[in-house]
């Protein structure tokens, strides 16, 4: 991204209103890249829910399942498959905690791994992207 994306102008495109709980700021390769990284358009908004409780790199994210599926109008198991496959894909790592303790047995789900994907993928789609637009470029000018 070239610049920082002033609270003004985040407010004047969305409404304060909308942005009283706050946002989520997911990477566009996100997106252009979620068929090539395997992913559903049901993990791909998992994953976004997931995103959503990452504020910061060195948080735990520990949402409740039950809660991105009343939030995406699904089931329960619908989202375990949906991290199952994030994390069969190695897109994120989930690890187990027992009941009774700080996270109730929540899972604690690492994003890192999906963070140090996008960074390497990125430049190659930029890249994949330009030729594409280039090529446009020099077939409609024939």
Same mark, same amino acid.
């Given at each position: 991204?070239?610049?920082?994306?002033?609270?003004?102008?985040?407010?004047?495109?969305?409404?304060?209103?909308?942005?009283?709980?706050?946002?989520?700021?997911?990477?566009?390769?996100?997106?252009?890249?979620?068929?090539?990284?395997?992913?559903?358009?049901?993990?791909?908004?998992?994953?976004?829910?997931?995103?959503?409780?990452?504020?910061?790199?060195?948080?735990?994210?520990?949402?409740?399942?039950?809660?991105?599926?009343?939030?995406?109008?699904?089931?329960?198991?619908?989202?375990? #498959?949906? @991290?199952?496959? =994030?994390?069969?894909?190695? +897109? /994120?790592?989930?690890?187990?905690? %027992?009941?009774?303790?700080?996270?109730?047995? #929540?899972? @604690?789900?690492? =994003?890192?791994?999906?963070? +140090? /994907?996008?960074?390497?993928?990125? %430049?190659?789609?930029?890249?994949?992207?330009?030729?594409?637009?280039?090529?446009?470029?020099?077939?409609?000018?024939?």
């Amino acid at each position: 991204m070239n610049r920082r994306i002033s609270e003004a102008e985040l407010e004047a495109k969305w409404g304060k209103a909308a942005l009283s709980l706050g946002w989520t700021p997911v990477p566009t390769a996100l997106l252009f890249l979620q068929s090539e990284l395997g992913m559903s358009a049901i993990e791909t908004n998992t994953l976004i829910h997931l995103l959503s409780h990452w504020w910061k790199v060195s948080d735990e994210v520990y949402p409740s399942q039950d809660a991105i599926a009343n939030r995406m109008g699904v089931s329960k198991r619908t989202v375990q #498959r949906a @991290i199952d496959r =994030l994390e069969f894909l190695k +897109l /994120i790592e989930v690890k187990p905690t %027992p009941r009774g303790g700080k996270y109730n047995g #929540r899972n @604690i789900y690492n =994003l890192k791994p999906i963070s +140090l /994907i996008l960074e390497h993928a990125a %430049p190659n789609l930029r890249n994949r992207m330009t030729m594409a637009r280039e090529w446009k470029m020099e077939t409609s000018n024939e």
